[in-house]
Nanobody
């Protein structure tokens, strides 16, 4: 599966953005998908993930209650709705997919999209 992330940009603190991760292939519903982010000078970190089929979701503590991950299998797309953005959310955001259950470890995702930059100004 090939992934294409989009939707990044500049937002003010307290604002919102919605990221999209579009996948190729007709079997995307069999993949669990995660969002990760990498801030300058920091390691890539887990943000959120959604399980295949059952739509179970999990979030990093830092985004819980502010971000929401969802999927539309008819459109082969996973979304990350980001609300109440803060400057510390500034990072390059990546989507990733794997067969099997959603997990928070980035090394367990074999398929990655290119990053999309999110910049939050104070």
């Amino acid at each position: 599966v090939q992934l294409q992330a989009s939707g990044g940009g500049l937002a003010q603190a307290g604002g919102s953005l919605r990221l999209s991760c579009a996948a190729s292939g007709r079997t995307f519903s069999t993949y669990s998908t995660g969002w990760f982010r990498q801030a300058p000078g920091k390691e890539r970190a887990f943000v959120a993930a959604i399980n295949r089929n059952v739509d179970e979701t999990t979030y990093a503590d830092s985004v819980k209650g502010r971000f929401a991950i969802s999927r539309d299998d008819a459109r082969n797309t996973v979304y990350l709705q980001m609300n109440s953005l803060q400057p510390e959310d500034t990072a390059v955001y990546y989507c990733a997919a794997r067969l099997g259950a959603a997990v928070y470890r980035s090394d367990l995702y074999p398929h990655w999209g290119q990053g999309t930059l999110v910049t939050v100004s104070s």
